[in-house]
Structures are given as C-alpha cells and as structure tokens.
C-alpha cells in the first residue's frame, strides 16, 4: 500500500522563482496536512485540509504562501516569489479523520527545498 | 498558545543502554503520539496513546500517557544502531486536527 507521495524530493530554486511542491495523500484519507521544517523552528504546521476544505491556515507564513487541494488525491503548496529564508523540508502528512478515535497522520519523505 | 518541551535535545549512549525522553505540555492533551525521524525521511509513527495512564508497547519501545495529560513518556530498552534517530513527541487537544509538535531529542548510539 503506496504511503503519501511527495514530489519533487529536491528543489533548488534562485529567489524570486515561483515554487510548487505536491502531494498524493494515502488513498481513503481525508485530512491532508502541509508542514515545513528548519533547524531553528523545527515541524511547524503550515496548513491542514479536512475534506479537501482548508480548515486552519494560521500557520501559513505570509501571503507569498499559498495551498490548494483540488481533490481528495492531490494538494499543492507554492512559494511565489520564493525567498532563502523559505529554504526547508516541507512534509505533507494525511490521516482519516472523523468518528474514528484512531486518526493518526503519516508523513510524507517530504520536498527539500533550497532558495539561492 | 499552546506548548510542548521535549527533553533532552540530544543523547549519546552505548549500545545496549536503556533510553528515556519526555515531554510536557501546558495544556491537556487528548492524544499523544511519538514519531521517529531517519535522516533525509519523514517522520514515521511509532506508538500512540489515547487515555491518561495509557502504558503501550512496541517492540523494545514503550510509551506512556501521564496521567495528568499534560506529560508522556518513551523508554527505548537495550539500544542498538539502528535506534540513531530523532525523536518527536506530539499531541492534540481535541480528537481530531492538527498536532503540536516538540522540538525532539537526537539519539546518538556508539557500537
């Protein structure tokens, strides 16, 4: 059974580029979650969807940031423009929320994402 | 907001050695969940916790849920190479959502 995809594993990018990363949820999950991760900050919620409806983006740092997820198998974040300081992993994890107790998030092998 | 502290930051044992790491938070969790991180990977789920007092076990890892729900526990017993990672505690408030992450604790084994 595939776990969540991620793509692309690497991206190095120069400032001002416009960056997409992506996401494939496991198949029957609903929530999608989107984090990054530095040294500094460590994971850090940036955004979780529930339904593919975004429930909670207080985490998303500015509006240069921006994620969608047009359907139950996919989401997208993109960086527009993207500066250094963007430079991290970004994990994308899903879960099966709802009546369920057990609804614990798997992560993806995330996207390391370097802005020059 | 809410917060979790995680402890140690890093450890360097011996092979073989027991482990414990913990972490507490400032607000009552529902859930508790300990994650494992390999280099260049995402975190991997390793034990979750649902009930204060909760005690589970996964191979030679086990976990606890504190009873005041504001605390959980992971002992690793008889430590081996392969245990080298970074470990992450993690909670929700509510029974679904996001989670609160700690900042995790770096586990070194010497041979």
């Known amino acids: 059974d595939a776990g969540v995809i991620q793509s692309p594993r690497h991206e190095v990018t120069e400032m001002g580029q416009e960056v997409t990363l992506r996401c494939k949820p496991i198949s029957g999950h609903n929530s999608l979650f989107w984090y990054r991760q530095t040294m500094m900050r460590g994971l850090e919620l940036l955004i979780y969807?529930?339904?593919?409806?975004?429930?909670?983006d207080s985490g998303m740092p500015e509006d240069r940031f921006s994620a969608k997820m047009p359907n139950a198998s996919f989401s997208t974040l993109k960086i527009q423009p993207s500066e250094p300081r963007d430079s991290a992993v970004y994990f994308c994890?899903?879960?099966?929320?709802?009546?369920?107790?057990?609804?614990?998030?798997?992560f993806g092998p995330g996207t390391r994402l370097t802005v020059l | 907001g809410q917060q979790l502290n995680q402890s140690p930051q890093s450890m360097f044992i011996q092979e073989g050695e027991d482990v414990s790491m913990n972490c507490t938070s400032s607000s009552i969790f529902n859930t508790w969940l300990w994650y494992k991180q390999d280099p260049g990977e995402g975190p991997v789920l390793l034990i979750a916790?649902?009930?204060?007092?909760e005690l589970t076990s996964n191979g030679r890892l086990t976990a606890q849920f504190g009873i005041t729900r504001k605390d959980s526990f992971l002992n690793i017993s008889a430590s081996i190479p392969s245990d080298v990672g970074i470990y992450f505690c993690?909670?929700?408030?509510?029974?679904?959502?996001?989670?609160?992450f700690g900042k995790g604790t770096k586990l070194s084994v010497k041979p």
């Open positions: 994890a899903s879960s099966l929320a709802g009546q369920l107790l057990y609804n614990e998030q798997f």
């Open positions: 993690a909670g929700r408030v509510g029974s679904q959502g996001n989670l609160i």
């Open positions: 969807f529930n339904n593919n409806v975004p429930i909670d």
């Open positions: 916790l649902y009930k204060a007092g």
